[in-house]
T-cell receptor, first 111, second 118 residues
Framework: LAKTTQPISMDSYEGQEVNITCSHN???????ITWYQQFPSQGPRFIIQ???TKVTNEVASLFIPADRKSSTLSLPRVSLSDTAVYYC????????????FGSGTRLQVQP | GAVVSQHPSRVICKSGTSVKIECRSL??????MFWYRQFPKQSLMLMAT?????????EQGVEKDKFLINHASLTLSTLTVTSAHPEDSSFYIC??????????????FGPGTRLTVT
């Protein structure tokens, strides 16, 4: 299973763009990159998933370079409600193995 | 998106008793469900993989006789914490994979169950 490395914590202010980078040097060919958000005492919530290049949805963008050894989650114009822990997960999503969580990045958004 | 529910959302039990936590996939069939445990300020740790109609697969270090998992149908998996001790107090989160058949195998998470053993 590909191991992921993320910054332990990040601070930002409301209205700013936040970029969280995740390293996954031993990502396998069939692995996808998935980002989840978790608030205290809640289950993780799916944010975005991608395989290569760029993926964008209504809440975030995911940038994946050609070598796929890292990825960057971009949150545009964060608000206080974006304060949460963000997890980068790498795995074969069409398989039967569970996604494995790393340590995550604790994002604190201040007014 | 697909919804996974858990019941109860929180439970307090006395040391030595057993507690059952239910995990349901509400609008899709899940041949595979996963159980995670999360201690305060820590990440989610996979405990076991539950496969419909067969025995669960436990991660290293997780006692299968203490954490009983039953996946009797495509929409329900249960985790029973037997002879609970205070150190079992934690946040238990289940997750389910879509059945497939043209759908994806995206992993959806339940809201979690807070277990406190006194």
């Amino acid at each position: 299973l590909a191991k992921t490395t993320q910054p332990i914590s990040m601070d930002s202010y409301e209205g700013q763009e936040v970029n969280i980078t995740c390293s996954h040097n031993n990502i396998a060919t069939n692995d996808y990159i998935t980002w989840y958000q978790q608030f205290p005492s809640q289950g993780p919530r799916f944010i975005i998933q991608g395989y290569k290049t760029k993926v964008t949805n209504e809440v975030a963008s995911l940038f994946i370079p050609a070598d796929r050894k890292s990825s960057t989650l971009s949150l545009p114009r964060v608000s206080l409600s974006d304060t949460a822990v963000y997890y980068c997960l790498v795995g074969f999503v069409t398989g039967r193995r569970a996604l494995t969580f790393g340590s995550g990045t604790r994002l604190q958004v201040q007014p | 998106g697909a919804v996974v529910s858990q019941h109860p959302s929180r439970v307090i039990c006395k040391s030595g008793t057993s507690v059952k936590i239910e995990c349901r996939s509400l609008d899709f069939q899940a041949t595979t469900m996963f159980w995670y445990r999360q201690f305060p300020k820590q990440s989610l740790m996979l405990m076991a993989t539950s496969n419909e109609g067969s025995k669960a697969t436990y991660e290293q270090g997780v006692e299968k006789d203490k954490f009983l998992i039953n996946h009797a149908s495509l929409t329900l998996s249960t985790l029973t914490v037997t002879s609970a001790h205070p150190e079992d107090s934690s946040f238990y989160i289940c997750s389910a994979r879509d059945h497939g058949q043209g759908g994806t195998y995206e992993q959806y998470f339940g809201p979690g169950t807070r277990l406190t053993v006194t």
